[in-house]
C-alpha cells in the first residue's frame, strides 16, 4: 500500500534501473570493509524510493539472513544513524514509533503528537494504527489516553480513529451551518463548547474547512485562529491551530514545525528527520517554498548551517535542491 504515503511534490522518485540485489549487496560490502563506507549508503538510500528501499530491506534479509536496520544500527552512530534507519522503515511503522517515543518516558512531547495526528490522512491513521498495535502489543488510543486528558485528548483520540472526511467535494449550505455551530459554540455564548470544535475540526475534510473558517469571519468578523485563542487554552488550543494551519497550508504548516526544528541553540533532530523523511515522497517540494517564501532562506541553507558531516549530507539529498 504504498501509494497512500506517495504524493505528486515530493523530492524523492522511484529510481530508474532500480535492482534490489545490486543495492543490497553494495549495501553489504559498505558496511563490511574495513571503516564504513558512508557516501555508498548514503547515496543507495537517499536515491530510493520508500518502496524500493523496503524490497533492498527484503533482498537483505534474503541474502545476508540480516535486518538492514540492525546492521546499520550496528554500525552507524547519533542522528546519521537516525536518519538512515528512519529510510528503511516502512513509514507505518515509523509513524507508530514516532508517536510511541512521544509518549515515552517523563513527559510527553505534545507537539510531536500534534504534528504526526493533524497531518496523516484518516487512511494513514488506520494503517499506524495497525502498526502500533503490531509493534507494541497495545493499542495507540489506549496509549493516547494514558498520557493525556481533557479536551485535548478526546480530540487526539477522534483525529487517531483516521475518521476525517477526505472528500475534496465542499458543500457551501453544510459549510455555512458548520460555521454558525462553531460561532455559536464559542464567542456567541457564555463559557465554550469544546466539543463542537473537536467535532467539527477533527472529522471535515480540510477544503470544507478552509470554506467554513471564510464563512466563520463573515460571521463574527474575527478569523478563527484569533477565537480559538481567545476561547481555549493548553494544548487543546494549540492542537486545534495546528488543524486550522494545516486546513489552510499544510506545507506551509510543515515549514513552520522545520524553522522551530531548526533555529535557536540545539537542533530538534527527532522533528527534522521526522519531517525530512516523511515527507519527502508527499509534499517536500511544497514545504521547501513555503519555507524559503516565510523565512527568506532555504531549507537547504538552514540544514546546512544547522547539521555536519554525514547527517548534513543525508538531509541536503533528501531535501533534492536549494532554493
Known amino acids: 500500500m504504498a501509494s497512500l504515503w506517495v504524493g505528486q511534490r515530493g523530492t524523492v522518485r522511484d529510481y530508474p534501473g532500480f535492482s534490489p540485489s545490486v543495492d543490497a549487496e553494495a549495501i553489504r560490502k559498505a558496511i563490511r570493509g574495513i571503516g564504513t563506507d558512508e557516501k555508498t549508503l548514503i547515496n543507495v538510500l537517499t536515491e530510493r524510493s ?52 512521544s509518549m515515552k518516558g517523563t513527559g510527553t512531547n505534545e507537539d510531536a503528537l500534534i504534528e504526526i495526528l493533524t497531518t496523516r490522512t484518516g487512511r494513514q491513521m488506520k494503517e499506524i494504527s495497525q502498526a502500533y498495535y503490531t509493534v507494541y502489543k497495545k493499542s495507540l488510543g489506549d496509549d493516547i489516553s494514558s498520557e493525556t486528558s481533557g479536551d485535548f485528548r478526546k480530540a487526539l483520540l477522534t483525529l487517531a480513529d483516521g475518521r476525517r472526511d477526505e472528500s475534496l467535494k465542499v458543500d457551501e449550505h ?58 481555549l487554552s493548553g494544548h487543546f488550543e494549540d492542537l486545534l491551530l495546528a488543524i486550522v494551519h494545516c486546513a489552510r497550508n499544510m506545507p506551509a504548516f510543515l515549514a513552520t514545525r522545520l524553522h522551530q526544528a531548526l533555529k535557536g541553540a540545539g537542533t530538534d533532530e527527532f522533528t527534522l528527520n521526522r519531517i525530512m523523511v516523511s515527507r519527502s515522497e508527499i509534499d517536500l517540494l511544497d514545504i521547501r517554498a513555503e519555507f524559503k517564501k516565510h523565512y527568506g532562506y532555504s531549507l537547504c541553507s538552514a540544514i546546512k548551517s544547522d547539521t555536519s558531516g554525514n547527517y548534513e549530507i543525508t538531509l541536503l539529498k533528501i531535501c533534492g535542491g536549494d532554493d
Open 50 to 101: 520508500q518502496a524500493q528501499r523496503q524490497l533492498i530491506v527484503k533482498e537483505y534479509q534474503a541474502a545476508y539472513g540480516k535486518e538492514l536496520k540492525d546492521d546499520l544500527k550496528g554500525d552507524l552512530s547519533g542522528n546519521f544513524e537516525h536518519v538512515m534507519v528512519a529510510l528503511v522503515t516502512p513509514p507505518a511503522v515509523f509513524d507508530a514509533k514516532q508517536l510511541k517515543k
Open 174 to 231: 453544510l459549510a455555512k451551518k458548520d460555521a454558525q455551530i462553531l460561532y455559536n459554540a464559542g464567542e456567541n455564548r457564555w463559557g465554550t463548547d469544546e466539543d463542537k470544535f473537536t467535532e467539527i475540526l477533527c472529522l471535515r475534510s480540510f477544503p470544507h474547512l478552509k470554506l467554513t473558517f471564510d464563512e466563520y469571519k463573515n460571521i463574527s468578523q474575527k478569523n478563527i485562529e484569533d477565537s480559538i485563542k481567545g476561547e
